[in-house]
């Protein structure tokens, strides 16, 4: 399929791929492709998730992998996740008109139901970070049925769009926020995504492995670990899925 490029980023398209996240962090490794590169493809066969999970990956929704190279200390990285979350939510306010809300860590909601999400994957070499890996797949046109969490595509709101045109339009609204990151850090880009958080404040179920843990999601703090205020104690929680509110017994 046709390359194109879009300011200062260089897109490879494929008709299909196993999955943009491993076939980016291929070619990086093998310094084939580099800062502001990505890897876009028409469907995967093998998509990815957090936590192991597959990303069922259709033609009609956007599946990328954006290559980064930042000079930053190896305990930042993870902020790249939430940059890109709140460049993605920004983006999808505009073209879909519905507020977003963002799940932690990294999964963006449309009247509760997620509609995109982030998969961050970095290569590390004597303690420094060679590349960073943003995957990206955002439901366009379908979501699957059976996901730990209810999902919705944007065409439930109305909105059709390909998906190389919703690329381009992330591409335009992370450039800016990427750049008040690099340049101010990462205060700025928290209280942004904190104004859009999904049920801060409020009781939330929390499930960690094998267990459930229920409390009040109480801030996003420093070092992007979720606090939840249990009866007697403050968890800081760095790996964990949300759950829906009609998971939680009252
Ligand atoms: C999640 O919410 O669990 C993260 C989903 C990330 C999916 C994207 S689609 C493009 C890129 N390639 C993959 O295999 N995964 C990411």
């Not at 093998?30 to 957090?50: K, M, N």
């Not at 059709?160 to 008040?180: A, G, M, R, S, V």
Request: aromatic share 10%; proline share 2%; with cysteine.
């Amino acid at each position: 399929m046709r390359n194109f490029t879009h300011k200062n980023f260089v897109i490879q398209q494929f008709e299909s791929l196993k999955s943009t996240n491993s076939y980016a962090f291929e070619l990086a490794n093998l310094r084939q492709i580099s800062h502001g590169e990505i890897i876009l493809a028409r469907q995967q066969t093998q998509g990815r998730g957090r936590q192991n999970r597959d990303w069922v990956s259709p033609a009609g929704n956007l599946y990328f992998s954006l290559v980064l190279q930042p000079k930053i200390e190896l305990q930042k990285i993870w902020q790249i996740s939430f940059v890109a979350i709140v460049a993605l939510g920004a983006t999808v306010e505009k073209i879909t008109k519905n507020l977003v809300q963002n799940k932690w860590p990294n999964d963006l909601l449309i009247e509760q139901k997620k509609v995109a999400g982030i998969l961050l994957e970095n290569k590390i070499f004597q303690e420094s970070c060679e590349f960073v890996i943003l995957g990206i797949g955002v439901n366009i046109a379908s979501k699957p049925d059976n996901a730990i969490f209810a999902a919705a595509s944007l065409q439930d709101f109305g909105v059709e769009i390909l998906p190389e045109n919703l690329l381009k339009n992330f591409l335009d609204e992370f450039e800016k926020t990427y750049q008040n990151w690099l340049d101010f850090g990462f205060e700025n880009i928290r209280k942004i995504w904190l104004k859009k958080a999904y049920r801060l404040g409020e009781k939330i179920s929390v499930k960690l492995d094998d267990k459930k843990l229920e409390g009040i999601f109480e801030d996003l703090d420093l070092e992007g670990k979720l606090s939840l205020k249990t009866n007697n104690e403050i968890l800081k929680i760095s790996t964990a899925d949300v759950l829906q509110v009609n998971q939680i017994q009252a």
